[in-house]
């Protein structure tokens, strides 16, 4: 519903993919655990399949996202 309603709105630049982990930062530490990887790489194959158009930016390099056309990185502490 996300991707039909936003891909390729042209008032949206990106679309970051947070959602896990504590602020949406894809980490749970000290608790590694509790966002298993195959939960990120769920994630990561519905936004792929729901956007075409639209950007799509994580928090790190996820394995499954590297090489995937429209993924791409977002930190936020560029300049920390």
Known sequence: ALGARYDADPRIGFIQVGLLGFWGE???YPHDSWVPASAKDRVVAAFDSAFSTTQLNLRVPWPSAIGRPG????DDSFAY
């Open 26 to 28: 894809w980490h749970t």
């Open 71 to 74: 993924f791409g990185l977002h």
